[in-house]
């Protein structure tokens, strides 16, 4: 059974608190319950662990402005005529300080370290409840679902951001928080996550949707990676190697039958069966029944159809490899309504060649309505193996690194590496230089349209080269600007505190 309980009536839905300064821990309900009154009991403390998933399915987050911002960015999409403004932006590097989308990112990650404030700074309070059911290992699981999301969050900022506020108790004043170097940042991100993959289930043990002890240790290593720090990110993906495993079909990753399967590391969880009455009124809230996301939507061709795979990513794929029908729909493909047939554009029309498949219902219904139940994938194992080749490249063996992106590989029956396999320039893969031409490749055939591509171009330095043609300024467009909102309400920060060129 899915775990969906993020949207959380009475009080808790009164934690849905604003970025740094903005609102403070106000808790009024019927029951006038306080702070002081409240987290007595284990029913409330599991409302208050459950909350700071809650703004994961924001509209600022996975349920809309995540993957238009980060497949628009790295250009893994096109945009069709009726793509809204605020979205051509993305493809164009052309938003500022006032975009919606990007002030919704930011306050929903604030709001929901808010949230998992709350829950660490009362940790004693949690520990202090007696019930014969509420043992210590599930009060630590308590306390490191909290830091897990907490790091996460700050994932999410830190690296669409650069150096922002850094709050880790729970704000009781008016004042602002200043900017924190970005180094900070990810240290405290690491702190978190080490305190959690202690205190954390693991995945065999934990509710389905919930942070576990392997899902800490592989976000560990990906903000390892990240900084550079190839030894400390191969330890921390040591503790879970072989913990998952690549399910036989890659598609199974992306349908809502087949969620939380032996390559999932984390999820965010959706099921409109919870409810998606607020889907269209909580952009960073949290609050509300939200459990869908309009990915389907947005993407479908026999719907929205506001953006379809650009041609640059479809030419990525090699001939015969199966991610290609896996990813995208083409004409003539059938559908659950009968047979693919793109629409067309321009004058004269010309018939679109390509849709996302991914994360798509068509596999089972004619028509997305608005409404998706699937989970987003946002670590699964092929991710960690490609990680891990990248990093064995770097401070291992050419042969360990070629064996994780074969082994990627041999899911979907494709030729390995250093025998059939040569690269663009016709050379058998083996030089370092060529395994990271390849681990490009894998990455982009392998995790494209999971919000990816554009992180690791700009981690590689690579994101001028590619998208330079397309408004990306090297030097301002790696990060968001800080938005307008913040800066006009925290008054620890000031214009002067924008990120460069914005």
Request: proline letters at 3%.
């Amino acid at each position: 059974m899915k775990f969906n309980r993020y949207i959380i009536a009475g009080l808790m839905s009164l934690l849905a608190l604003n970025a740094c300064d903005q609102d403070k821990l106000e808790l009024t309900n019927p029951n006038d319950l306080s702070p002081e009154t409240f987290l007595v009991t284990q029913a409330q403390a599991q409302s208050a662990v459950n909350a700071v998933y809650a703004n994961l399915q924001t509209r600022g987050l996975y349920s809309r402005g995540m993957f238009f911002s980060m497949d628009n960015m790295s250009h893994e999409n096109s945009g069709n005529p009726q793509l809204e403004a605020d979205k051509v932006q993305y493809l164009n590097f052309t938003f500022d300080p006032s975009h919606g989308l990007i002030r919704a990112y930011w306050e929903s990650c604030y709001r929901g370290i808010n949230k998992c404030n709350y829950v660490i700074d009362n940790e004693e309070k949690i520990r202090a409840i007696v019930s014969a059911d509420f043992t210590d290992a599930m009060k630590d699981n308590f306390i490191g679902e909290a830091k897990f999301m907490r790091a996460y969050y700050y994932f999410l900022l830190g690296t669409r951001f650069g150096d922002i506020p850094l709050v880790i108790t729970t704000p009781t004043s008016g004042e602002g928080t200043p900017k924190s170097p970005v180094s900070a940042v990810y240290d405290q991100i690491i702190l978190d996550l080490t305190d959690a993959a202690d205190k954390l289930f693991a995945a065999g043990d934990a509710e389905n949707g919930r942070a576990t002890s392997g899902a800490a240790y592989a976000l560990m290593g990906k903000m390892e990676l990240y900084r550079g720090n190839y030894g400390a990110a191969k330890t921390a993906f040591n503790n879970i190697l072989g913990d998952y495993s690549l399910v036989a079909d890659y598609t199974d990753n992306f349908l809502e039958e087949t969620e939380f399967n032996a390559e999932s590391i984390f999820e965010v969880s959706y099921d409109i069966a919870v409810g998606k009455s607020d889907q269209w009124n909580s952009d960073a809230s949290g609050s509300g029944f939200i459990a869908s996301t309009f990915r389907g939507q947005e993407y479908g061709w026999n719907d929205w159809y506001n953006a379809y795979p650009s041609d640059a990513l479809v030419a990525e794929f090699e001939t015969g490899d199966p991610r290609l029908s896996g990813n995208f729909y083409f004409n003539g493909d059938a559908f659950a309504g009968g047979t693919v047939s793109l629409p067309a554009y321009g004058d004269p029309a010309v018939q679109r060649t390509q849709a996302w498949r991914k994360y798509s219902n068509y596999y089972k219904d004619a028509n997305e309505n608005q409404e998706s139940g699937i989970n987003f994938r946002v670590i699964r194992y092929a991710d960690v193996l490609l990680m891990m080749a990248e990093i064995e490249n770097e401070v291992g063996t050419a042969a360990d690194a070629v064996g994780y992106l074969n082994e990627v590989r041999d899911r979907v029956g494709m030729p390995n590496y250093g025998t059939a396999v040569m690269d663009a320039a016709g050379y058998p893969v083996g030089t370092k230089a060529q395994i990271f031409d390849a681990i490009v490749h894998e990455r982009m055939v392998e995790l494209a349209g999971e919000q990816v591509r554009f992180p690791d171009l700009v981690r590689w330095g690579l994101a001028e080269q590619e998208l330079s043609t397309f408004g990306f300024e090297a030097g301002k467009h790696e990060v968001f600007p800080i938005p307008q909102q913040e800066i006009n309400f925290n008054s620890s920060l000031s214009n002067d505190d924008q990120n460069f060129g914005y």
